[in-house]
């Protein structure tokens, strides 16, 4: 399974981005699909994650009501759209793919590359 993360770069606090997250090789319906974080010197942590039933969605609490997945079960990729950006949601963001669970990243199996995402104030 290999995915490709793509849609970081830099925007001012307040701006907007929407990560994309491509799948392909195994079977992507069946996912756990999630999206993490990691900031210079500090542990990955988690940001948000979808089940293969799309109603089935977590989220950190400190990008609640501020961030938003989702996915497309018919070109195999998933989406956060982040809005109202803060300077401490600066990191490499990065998707990843599990059946086991829905927030632990040791639990994810297959990681994509990551994007870098930049907020200034």
């Known amino acids: 399974v290999q995915l490709q993360a793509c849609g970081g770069g830099s925007v001012q606090t307040g701006g907007s981005l929407r990560l994309s997250c491509t799948v392909s090789?195994?079977?992507?319906?069946?996912?756990?699909m999630g999206w993490f974080r990691q900031d210079s010197g500090k542990e990955r942590e988690f940001v948000a994650s979808?089940?293969?039933?799309?109603?089935?969605?977590y989220y950190a609490n400190f990008v609640k009501g501020r961030f938003t997945i989702s996915r497309d079960n018919t070109d195999d990729s998933i989406y956060l759209q982040m809005d109202s950006l803060k300077p401490g949601d600066t990191a490499i963001y990065y998707c990843?793919?599990?059946?086991?669970?829905?927030?632990?990243?040791?639990?994810?199996?297959?990681w994509g590359q990551g994007t870098q995402v930049t907020v200034s104030s």
């Open positions: 990843a793919a599990g059946v086991r669970h829905y927030m632990d990243p040791e639990k994810f199996d297959f």
């Open positions: 090789g195994g079977t992507f319906s069946r996912h756990i």
């Open positions: 979808i089940g293969w039933i799309a109603s089935n969605t």
